[in-house]
């Protein structure tokens, strides 16, 4: 069986030819093209199929609520309709589903060396799991197990209120709603809210505004005190949010953060107190500590996860 699977981020496309190797999907080419807002996904998935061809099944992960065969996207002004782009890769059926969905159905297909440890917590294989993952957005998705068998669960948790705990992430909070109308845990746990932190802490300096990658680079580099505050800022936040998630699934399964941005900052995030910062939970910080915590450092988990969509819902 030939699969055509997709992971398609805020930053970045991933298309992938994957085949079963026992009963495992392994992607045998990739390809990875920026995603532009004038991208048209239909004709990368026409040249794609042309050069790659033919496919009996194909999944597509794509950032936004996905209801039906029609999508727009929230970080990318696409509008995807499935049918069209099952003609375009040359498919009798293509399934959009939620690129977390997608990331998160993945999971099972990771190896070990795939995913590093923050907590071990007390792991229980049965229950539920939650992965997180910043990158141009803030995605959410649920894993749950119904008969022995993983299902996946769309989630748009990342657009929930932003609850500030420590005094500057008031001002953030202010700050954002000022400028959008509402503070969202996206505007804050995301690479454009890396770049909001670091604006809101160089308030009355006359600095020019930093991309996510120079803030994360100076601050990992110990170089400029500032960008360390702010991803200090934003590590903590990111470790609050997903064991505020973690806590109401009681994801003992997992809690797990995906994403491109948690493995270019993997060192920050194995600080005390960003495992302060997801366990720290009143009268319940005890049962948030069994908990596991990992991050996913292979970026292939959502192509992974949509191949093994795509062969479930052939």
Do not use: Q
């Not at 994957?18 to 009963?23: D, N, P, Q, S, T």
């Not at 923050?118 to 197990?145: N, Q, Y």
């Not at 069994?290 to 996860?305: C, F, K, S, Y």
Request: glycine share 12%; with cysteine; proline share 6%.
């Amino acid at each position: 069986m030939r699969i055509l699977a997709g992971d398609v981020g805020g930053t970045t496309t991933r298309l992938a030819v994957c085949v079963l190797e026992r009963g495992r999907p392994r992607p045998v080419h990739t390809t990875v093209v920026p995603s532009e807002p004038s991208g048209d996904l239909a004709a990368l998935l026409r040249v794609f199929a042309e050069r790659n061809g033919p496919f009996d099944v194909a999944c597509i992960g794509v950032p936004g609520p996905v209801e039906g065969d029609v999508v727009r996207t929230t970080n990318l002004p696409w509008r995807l309709d499935a049918r069209a782009l099952a003609r375009a890769a040359g498919v009798a059926r293509l399934r959009l589903v939620n690129d977390l969905v997608a990331h998160a159905r993945g999971l099972d297909e990771l190896d070990d060396d795939a995913l590093a440890t923050l907590h071990d917590g007390e792991p229980d294989t049965d229950a539920p799991r939650v992965i997180v993952a910043p990158g141009t957005g803030l995605g959410v998705a649920w894993s749950v197990r119904v008969a022995g068998r993983p299902l996946a669960l769309a989630s748009e948790a990342g657009h929930l209120g932003f609850a500030p705990a420590e005094p500057e992430e008031y001002d953030l909070a202010r700050a954002l709603a000022a400028r959008y109308g509402r503070a969202s845990w996206e505007r804050v746990v995301s690479g454009p809210g890396l770049a909001a932190i670091d604006r809101m802490l160089a308030a009355g300096e006359s600095t020019g505004e930093r991309s996510p990658e120079e803030i994360s680079r100076a601050a990992l580099e110990r170089r400029d005190e500032r960008a360390e505050r702010a991803l200090g800022l934003f590590a903590r936040a990111l470790a609050r949010f997903a064991g505020d998630l973690g806590l109401a699934l009681r994801a003992r399964g997992g809690v797990f953060v995906g994403g491109g941005i948690a493995p270019a900052i993997l060192p920050r995030l194995r600080a005390p107190d960003v495992l302060a910062a997801f366990t720290a939970k009143g009268r319940l910080t005890e049962l948030a500590c069994r908990l596991p915590l990992r991050v996913v450092l292979d970026e292939r988990a959502g192509l992974l996860g949509a191949a093994r969509l795509a062969v479930e819902g052939a």
